[in-house]
């Protein structure tokens, strides 16, 4: 599923929880700092939850109000407020795709996906993607529009700055015929190219298995991103209503060891190679 929706893109995000930060280490009210700033508390209060996009002239005044306009952190806040407002090209699918997470997938260094349910919306082969979408929309533009948009999404794979893609699916993913028998083939062997990326990692939870780390919790996204020297990674939760992101660093690591266990009981990718290349026989 790709996640819709407008939430505030991430380094809004980031730009509004370190701002808040700073006024709370300062020792600050946001009533007092708000009158220290001349603004009104209430634009203070929806630059701080994202609610408000700041200038670089409102981020410049409130850390030199909190005593931090010198400091690397400082100097790396202004950075990303130039940079806040950047839009990419999900903006020409913003009526089919969260630009939030799509500005994420763009931004990412490193990409970790869990997924029990289907193959990530990166790695879909186009028939699978259509199959999926066919089965939840009915009307044909908005069809063809999300299977679009999809397909930008994977592109990002061919780009020289293309991030590192960590995946494990559960086998349960490739047994259920999604289209049929000729579209699973289609998508197992597309996922047989891909691990041929050196970028990409692909690892099989086998159903001999069992009970893995990662069962009935549904799937876990988490994006690597660095910019102007600060760590923006954050993990998306799916979700029947489309999912929430988490930022926070006890989360994160949270999400982290997570993965970590689910990889103990994951296949290597040369055994997951051999599987898929099983599975696709078996399709034929």
């Known amino acids: 599923m790709t996640p819709t929706g ?28 708000a009158g220290n700033l001349g603004r009104p508390r209430s634009k203070l209060t929806k630059i701080e939850t994202a609610r408000q996009i700041p200038t670089v002239a409102d981020v ?21 407020a130039r940079n806040v407002r950047k839009r990419g090209w999900w903006v020409a699918f913003d009526d ?39 089965a939840e ?15 930008t999404r994977r592109a ?11 995946v494990m699916l559960t086998e349960e993913v490739l047994r259920r015929m999604v289209g049929g028998r000729p579209v699973m083939r289609q998508q197992v062997t597309a996922l047989l190219r891909d691990l041929e990326r050196p970028n990409v990692s692909i690892r099989i939870v086998p159903l001999e298995a069992g009970a893995s780390p990662g069962q009935g919790r549904g799937g876990l996204t988490m994006f690597q991103v660095s910019e102007a020297g600060l760590d923006l990674s954050v993990a998306y939760f799916e979700a029947m209503n489309g999912g929430w992101y988490v930022e926070d660093v ?25 599987f898929l290349a099983r599975i696709r026989k078996e399709l034929e």
């Open 156 to 166: 990002r794979l061919e780009r020289s700055d293309a991030p590192i893609l960590d």
């Open 60 to 80: 410049e005044a409130i850390l030199a109000a909190y005593g931090g306009h010198n400091s690397a952190l400082g100097l790396a806040l202004v950075e990303l």
């Open 250 to 274: 006890a989360s994160i690591r949270e999400c982290r060891r997570r993965f970590d266990q689910i990889a103990r009981v994951a296949l290597s990718t040369e055994k997951t190679a051999k």
């Open 137 to 151: 929309i009915d009307d044909p533009t908005e069809i063809e529009r999300r299977v679009q948009a999809r397909a």
């Open 6 to 33: 407008h939430g505030p893109p991430v380094r809004q995000r980031r730009l509004a929880s370190e701002l808040r930060k700073l006024r709370e280490a300062a020792g600050l009210t946001a009533e007092v700092a």
């Open 96 to 134: 089919v795709l969260d630009g939030g997470f799509a500005e994420l997938e763009d931004a990412a260094t490193t990409i970790r996906i869990w997924q029990p349910e289907t193959v990530p919306g990166l790695l879909q082969a186009p028939a699978y993607t259509r199959e999926l979408i066919t």
